[in-house]
Nanobody, 122 residues
Framework: QVQLVESGGGLVQAGDSLSLSCAASGRTFSTYTMGWFRQAPGKDREFVAAITWSSGNTYYTASVKGRFTISRDNAKNTVYLQMNSLKPEDTAVYYC???????????????WGQGTQVTVSS
């Protein structure tokens, strides 16, 4: 089992950048495919980005491609989401998620963090 703790959220203006971090517990972080999701008020939770465990391939939803970058540091048990050129529609609670021993970036994730709020003002 892995525990996830997100950090780095905050209030920024449109066009600004923000970097989120997700720290994982345990010594098996490198075996987890990691994802970022977000949920805006009144909307369903949606996939944002993922990075796979074995190949390190990255995947993004269309609305953030070219603006967001997901990366991981297995030595630090941490996954990052660098968010540039932020827009008001990026406002949401951002969640980190993990699933083990699969390179499938979509679908069900087994472990979730508590979320961090990102608010982008216009």
């Amino acid at each position: 089992q892995v525990q996830l703790v997100e950090s780095g959220g905050g209030l920024v203006q449109a066009g600004d950048s923000l970097s989120l971090s997700c720290a994982a517990s345990g010594r098996t972080f490198s075996t987890y495919t990691m994802g970022w999701f977000r949920q805006a008020p009144g909307k369903d939770r949606e996939f944002v980005a993922a990075i796979t465990w074995s190949s390190g391939n990255t995947y993004y939803t269309a609305s953030v491609k070219g603006r967001f970058t997901i990366s991981r540091d297995n030595a630090k048990n941490t996954v990052y989401l660098q968010m540039n050129s932020l827009k008001p529609e990026d406002t949401a609670v951002y969640y980190c998620a993990a699933k083990r021993y699969t390179d499938e970036p979509y679908g069900r994730y087994n472990y979730w963090g508590q979320g961090t709020q990102v608010t982008v003002s216009s």
